[in-house]
């Protein structure tokens, strides 16, 4: 199977060119193409990020609450650093 060369990524023109400096040219191919009809048959998942999922499970009681406005470009949320420094530290991001 030909594979187009236009159509490709630099990352999957790299890996083309890597197996074909390792096995050879014809050989390289033939791995090349049975790798990507492998990359076509796999479906993508989106991990879920689970410190996010933790994020979310704690603001979700305050979905309703009209009080809290996030602004236009949010906050930050970072570990407290420095002596005795415990918890969280949270910023309103400004420009």
């Not at 060119?17 to 048959?41: C, I, P, Y």
């Not at 407290?80 to 415990?86: E, L, M, N, R, V």
């Amino acid at each position: 199977m030909a594979v187009r060369k236009p159509t490709l990524t630099k990352g999957q023109i790299r890996k083309r060119n890597a197996l074909r400096k390792s096995v050879g040219d014809k050989l390289g191919d033939q791995t090349f193409a049975r790798w990507m009809k492998e990359q076509a048959k796999a479906k993508s998942v989106a991990k879920s990020d689970p410190v996010a999922d933790k994020i979310l499970a704690a603001l979700k009681p305050l979905v309703r609450d009209k009080t809290i406005k996030l602004g236009n470009k949010g906050y930050s949320v970072r570990r407290a650093k420095g002596k005795g420094a415990k918890g969280f530290v949270v910023s309103k991001i400004t420009k």
